[in-house]
């Protein structure tokens, strides 16, 4: 025979009243949890964002200093970068279709231009035309026109984007003068008569000349020729070369 349940406080077994609010505790517990994952899970995401920010722009300072945080001024056909005072100097001559010199560049535009911001190098880019070829020439002359009618930051950029954009030496077509003032364009030249100048391709042969016989002064016998605190840098290779430098300006 059935018993008649008969529910006591105490017993364990919650009356209907009691199991109601035990329910509606749980579900504003399970509201408030998943709230708080979806807070956490915000701030996860917030904190990854920042951290790729950080990485990307080289925030703990390791990553290449751009071209624009570098000081630069002209000096005759040179450009120069880093302060007059900076515990190292070094000088670089070369040649814009030299792919040595694109080899060179490669390896130590980072750190030597990190050093120039940091006040510790001073650097000295002395492009002549060396190799027999008209590009070697064009690319100098609208090299030395921003220089000259532009700004050092400029012809930093543009230094910098000859050699991204440099063709093969031995290429039988190679980029013309329209195409070189593109190049000066996209490293932030906007002057249009600096733009026309390079695009008319007229050598300003007092230029060419003026840097071809710096480097012969010199005694510069190839490309690309490193000086470093007025001594010549040598290396068994390019490679070497950059390894000697990075380590030579990195002590003060």
Known sequence: M????????????????????????????KERNRRLLVALAAVVVVC?????????????????????????????????????????QVVVYED??????????????????????AGTVRVEYRPFHLLQDDYSERALNAWGIVLA???????????????DEQPYEAASSKPDDAQLADWAKDAGVSDGKVLDAIRSGTIDQQFVDA?????????????????????????????AMVDDLERAVATS
Not at 62 to 75: C, G, L, R, W
Not at 215 to 238: F, N, R, W, Y
């Open 96 to 117: 814009f279709l030299c792919p040595y010199c694109r080899e060179l560049e490669n390896g130590s535009r980072s750190f030597l231009q990190a050093g120039a911001a």
């Open 2 to 29: 059935a018993q008649k349940r008969t529910d006591r406080p105490g017993s364990g077994r919650p009356d209907r009243t009691t199991r109601a609010a035990a329910l509606q505790h749980e579900a504003a517990t």
């Open 48 to 88: 990854a964002l920042v951290a790729g920010v950080v990485i990307f722009s080289g925030g703990d300072g390791s990553q290449d200093a751009p071209s624009a945080d570098v000081p630069a001024a002209a000096s005759g056909q040179a450009l120069v970068i880093g302060p007059k005072d900076a515990a190292h």
């Open 211 to 239: 840097a071809d016989a710096t480097a012969e002064k010199a005694g510069v016998q190839g490309t690309p020729t490193v000086t470093l605190d007025g001594k010549p840098l040598e290396g068994s290779s390019i490679s």
């Open 149 to 163: 009618q532009g700004t050092p930051a400029q012809a930093l950029a543009f230094h910098d984007k000859l050699y």
